[in-house]
Every structure is written in C-alpha cells, then in structure tokens.
C-alpha cells in the first residue's frame, strides 16, 4: 500500500503561482511514476504531469499541452515527496488536484494506470 496526502492548494488570482506537494509513504519503492491529475466541477478527471521516479529514465516528466511550459513537475527522493510547481496561473486551472502513483515507469495520461490516489487538494484561481 502507498498513502499518498496532497497539500499546498489555495486561493491564487490569475498570474499567481502555487506549489503543491504530495507527500508518499508505505511502499513507496513499489512506485514507478507519479501523477497530476485535476477534476474541475463538471468534468472528467484530467491528467495533467506525471515524473518517472525508477529506472534509468528517472526524472523523465511529461505534460499536458494545457500546461506546458506554466507547470513544473519534480521530486525529492529524501522526502518521498512529488512537487507540482504552477506559474502563470488561469481561472481554467481550477479544479481540485489528485497527485496519482503508478507501479509503471510511464503510465501515461490514463487514470486506470495509476494505482493509489490522495485525497485531492483545491486549487482556484480568481479573474
């Protein structure tokens, strides 16, 4: 089992950033990747990064178009913690976000590869 706790959301107007950190613990070394996923009202969950934590691709990160280039994914291995760095924030950002672990070193986009699910954090953005 791998217990995984959001934190790190908030209120932000547009063009602010927030960091938000997943902190794992249990199996963790049964983790190949973690994820960002985010659930707006209404809509379906979307995938939005994800970073290789095993294998010789570790650290290997991948984005949605969405948020590329505003969106920073990373870890600290000391802390068992995934970080989700958010610059130049939009009121399209909102949305509670789910950090997502995955037995695969790429899991990709889907959420039915991931295996264990925080509880998610809320994130909006004002106009």
């Known amino acids: 089992q791998v217990q995984l706790v959001e934190s790190g959301g908030g209120l932000v107007q547009a063009g602010g950033s927030l960091r938000l950190s997943c902190a794992a613990s249990?199996?963790?070394?049964?983790?190949?990747?973690v994820g960002w996923f985010r659930q707006a009202p209404g809509k379906i969950r979307e995938f939005v990064a994800v970073?290789?934590?095993?294998?010789?691709?570790?650290?290997?990160?991948y984005y949605a178009d969405s948020v590329k280039g505003r969106f920073t994914i990373s870890r600290d291995n000391t802390e068992n913690t995934v970080y989700l760095q958010m610059n130049s924030l939009k009121p399209e950002d909102t949305a509670v976000y789910y950090c997502a672990a995955s037995r695969y070193a790429s899991p990709g986009r889907g959420p039915g590869a991931y295996d264990y699910w925080g509880q998610g954090t809320q994130v909006t953005v004002s106009s």
């Open positions: 970073i290789t934590l095993i294998t010789a691709r570790a650290g290997t990160t």
């Open positions: 249990g199996r963790t070394f049964s983790s190949g990747a």
